[in-house]
């Protein structure tokens, strides 16, 4: 499962960056996920269950923010949602492909939100 991975690579992240800082217990890690990035969002809670027990991540909440795609079309450069990522066609002028993107292949850590300990 792919998102077993993206966990894991997040967690390594989120335990080097608090090395920097104080001792704290982190209570919520929010990630930004475009559309296109492949990961499932229940697979991803699912994957945070299974690997953050009896880590530092324990009790810490999992939230994930969608990125919705966005495109600036091929020929007129008009930018615009598409519904999904297989009809694409440029509400202006209807070129359907070669269309750059702009939002949607987003996988980052957005916030991490620690209580720190006295
Ligand atoms: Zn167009």
Do not use: R
């Not at 800082?21 to 209570?27: A, F, I, R």
């Not at 492949?38 to 027990?53: I, K, M, Q, R, T």
């Not at 702009?102 to 991490?112: S, V």
């Amino acid at each position: 499962m792919h998102e077993l991975s993206v966990v894991q690579s997040v967690i390594d992240i989120i335990k080097k960056e608090l090395e920097q800082h104080p001792p704290c217990t982190v209570k919520t890690v929010t990630l930004q996920c475009g559309s296109l990035s492949g990961v499932v969002v229940d697979s991803l809670n699912f994957a945070w269950e299974a690997l953050s027990p009896n880590t530092f991540l324990e009790n810490s909440k999992l939230e994930v923010n969608i990125v919705a795609l966005k495109v600036a079309c091929a020929e007129c450069k008009f930018e615009f949602e598409p519904k999904n990522q297989y009809t694409m066609n440029c509400p202006e002028c209807d070129t359907s492909f070669g269309h750059t993107i702009l939002n949607g292949k987003e996988l980052n850590i957005e916030n991490i939100e620690v209580d720190e300990i006295e």
